[in-house]
């Protein structure tokens, strides 16, 4: 059974900068495309960064050249580096997976996404 544990999320000001971390576990890493989402209030859940086996990423267009998303495989973590936080930014993130050894025929949507985390609470004031 796939379980993914966030952590990592904070309250931090504009400019500033976090580590999200998401613990996999029940998987082998190779076989799933891993991602980000977030989901701000009243909103819908939207994608963030992905990342597969191959290294391969996508980001979305708004954290592009802010955010890195990279996985330690010895670890089975997955982290999403947040720098130059928005006040937009602030939303629950949430770690999720689905069994594909490549991202890029995932179609880059919550709903292409078989499993999921609970969440981790980021908070970025002006």
Known sequence: QVQLVESGGSSVQAGGSLRLN???????????CM????????KQRE???TI??????TYADFVKGRFTIS??????????QMNSLKPEDTAMYYCAATPSFKCAVVPFSPDSF????QG???SVSS
């Open 114 to 117: 078989t499993y999921w985390g």
């Open 47 to 49: 994608g963030v960064a």
């Open 71 to 80: 996985v330690d495989i010895g670890k089975n973590t997955l982290y999403l």
């Open 120 to 122: 981790t609470q980021v």
């Open 22 to 32: 998401c613990v996999a576990s029940g998987y082998t890493y190779s076989r799933y």
């Open 52 to 57: 597969d086996r191959y290294g391969s990423t």
């Open 35 to 42: 991602g980000w989402f977030r989901q701000a209030p009243g």
